[in-house]
T-cell receptor, first 112, second 113 residues
Framework: KAGVTQTPRYLIKTRGQQVTLSCSPISGHRSVSWYQQTPGQGLQFLFEYFSETQRNKGNFPGRFSGRQFSNSRSEMNVSTLELGDSALYLC???????????FGPGTRLLVL | QQQVKQSPQSLIVQKGGIPIINCAYENTAFDYFPWYQQFPGKGPALLIAIRPDVSEKKEGRFTISFNKSAKQFSLHIMDSQPGDSATYFCAQGVAGGSYIPTFGRGTSLIVHP
């Protein structure tokens, strides 16, 4: 089976812009979770989608949003980008139980 | 989010050594404790996970020891190899539909040949 894929792999944006990141889970996986990884804060949970519904949400501002499509593919959106949003954004998929997660390679976002 | 305290921040061992990475948790409601391995430029990969009802779990050269009374769990890497050089993260959470994991800050492991 193909692994989790994320696009784009690298992205440069400027403050105030918005960005959309995409994640394709492993075939058959219905749960998709998103994480932010930074040197300062480490790995932090953003949100999880299961069967097109947000099932869990971390402690991030409303500028961070996501959605999941009927084919389980997911997107996350960050509006009004701030310098502190520069990070590696990771997507992870799970067959059903969210804790058995398989991570993608991430999208590295740089906000200038 | 409740913290999981991971130590040490970095670790250097010789090939064949047994690096040990420790994590301490606070909330006894957590019932799922995984370890992840991350290589540069890659996403984390689930190595091994444990539930509080067992004190030890082995998968290949990786062993988790769990001390429920002390609220601590550790990763041991037996016969470490240079290819094990990576960053290791512990995590904690409640398994099932409300899984919102929190992660340790990571341990950078270097295994010298």
């Amino acid at each position: 089976k193909a692994g989790v894929t994320q696009t784009p792999r690298y992205l440069i944006k400027t403050r105030g812009q918005q960005v959309t990141l995409s994640c394709s889970p492993i075939s058959g996986h219905r749960s998709v979770s998103w994480y932010q990884q930074t040197p300062g804060q480490g790995l932090q949970f953003l949100f999880e989608y299961f069967s097109e519904t947000q099932r869990n949400k971390g402690n991030f501002p409303g500028r961070f949003s996501g959605r999941q499509f009927s084919n389980s593919r997911s997107e996350m959106n960050v509006s009004t980008l701030e310098l502190g949003d520069s990070a590696l954004y990771l997507c992870a998929s799970s067959p059903r139980r969210a804790e058995t997660q398989y991570f993608g390679p991430g999208t590295r976002l740089l906000v200038l | 989010q409740q913290q999981v305290k991971q130590s040490p921040q970095s670790l250097i061992v010789q090939k064949g050594g047994i690096p040990i990475i420790n994590c301490a948790y606070e909330n006894t409601a957590f019932d799922y404790f995984p370890w992840y391995q991350q290589f540069p430029g890659k996403g984390p990969a689930l190595l091994i996970a444990i539930r509080p009802d067992v004190s030890e779990k082995k998968e290949g050269r990786f062993t988790i020891s769990f001390n429920k009374s002390a609220k601590q769990f550790s990763l041991h890497i037996m016969d470490s190899q240079p290819g094990d050089s990576a960053t290791y993260f512990c995590a904690q959470g409640v398994a099932g539909g409300s899984y919102i994991p929190t992660f340790g800050r990571g341990t950078s492991l270097i295994v010298h040949p």
